[in-house]
């Protein structure tokens, strides 16, 4: 593995909980160095052991400004300040009997930090040289100067301590990154989920693209068609031939619509309670039979909002959808929450349990279609970074409330 291409997991962070372990360490060292001296009747050389402890109070003064610098904190980096913990309580050790010092197992922790937070060969790299701290002090070192009847209490003492303090770290660090593994793995399967609904609505988007230029050859033709059977038809099937000259010159519209969604442009900026207006007036064209209100109902004023080609198709498939439950009144209401557009339809249909298993299950539809709708506009709008929520209301029906950032409608 490549040192470099290895990101910390927890990269700020990381330097955070050393700040906090590297406190309770000093703060632990300096009460067993006075625990020594004022009780058991050790003699310590305090000052090379203080000058010691504050270089380590020093180099985690810069561990606590660290992140308010702009450069990344590396592997590197993290090496290099566990290994100076490691030359600190090396030589700390020198001064206090170095094997023979019961507390000599701190040693392992900075080896503990290093194997969960840095690549293999440095935590391998630490590890060495850990042994060879170990093995310095073994044969280089001042012995303790103690009475000798406090000798063994301050060994098993201190064996005590040493393992009640391994044991703090090291269910402290393995619990944080067993929290840590398991928020991955969440993101990894919400990841997963997006990923493969964002194949799902680029197939759709190829097979729309390929049966709209595979439409316009049999459209052309039945436009042909349809023109030599008006210039041969009677008053009798005068008005049918009218009627599908139309709906041939619609599905054609379409058509050039589908082909232009692409490479449409946000429209001019407009109010949005006027947008509201605007959609539920060109949607009423287009369901005649169904009674449509718009109705902004924040106290606040609309705001100018610049909305993209695709928000118009996908708020018209969530119309068309609350129509298809519930033929008669749909409303339309717009308000600011959270910073957001909030836009809510309400029909009173069967509720939101159809509209859900579309949205989740595309090519299923209750309604004879071909099931796309819901789900299409649902992916549209959480491409501009909304979302879309479905709840019961409270008297029967559906609500589909759609939610859009200000910041994203104004371009």
Partial sequence: MNPQAFVLPTHGNALGRLFWLRNFMLAGLLLLMLWSEL????????????????????????????????????????????????????????????????????????????SLLLPAAMAWLAGGLSIAAYSLVAYINIPLDIPPEKAFFLHVSGMWITFAASVVVVVFMVLKLRTQLAERERELAAFREENLRNEQVVAVALTAAGAAHELGTPLNTLALLNESLLAQAGDRNREDLELMRT???????????????????????????????????????????????????????????????SLDQSLINLLNNAADAAPGLVRIQG??????????????????????RAMAEPGRSSKGGLGLGLFLSNASIENLGGQVTLSEREHGGTCVSVWLPLLGLKK
Avoid at 44 to 60: H, Q, Y
Avoid at 87 to 114: D, E, H, I, Q, R
Wanted: proline residues 11%.
């Fill in 39 to 114: 009780y058991l009747g050790v003699r310590l050389p305090w000052p090379a052991m203080g000058a010691t402890l504050l270089l380590m109070a020093g180099l985690n003064a810069f561990t606590a400004f660290r992140p308010r610098l702009p450069e990344p904190v590396g592997p590197s980096e993290m090496l290099i300040q566990l290994m100076a913990d490691l030359a600190g309580l090396t030589v700390l050790l020198l001064y206090t009997g170095g094997w023979a010092n019961p507390f000599v197992s701190l040693l392992l922790l900075p080896v503990v930090m290093a």
């Fill in 335 to 356: 308000k600011i929450v959270d910073d957001g557009l909030q836009i809510d339809i309400l029909d009173s249909g069967p509720g939101p349990a159809p509209a859900l």
């Fill in 247 to 309: 709906q041939i010159e619609r599905c054609r519209q379409l058509l050039k619509d589908l082909s232009r969604t692409a490479q449409a442009a946000a429209g001019e900026p407009v109010a949005a309670d006027t947008y509201l207006a605007r959609l539920a007036g060109e949607w009423r064209l287009l369901r005649p039979a169904v009674e449509a209100e718009a109705a902004w109902t924040d106290e606040r004023s609309a705001p100018p909002i610049q909305p993209p080609a």
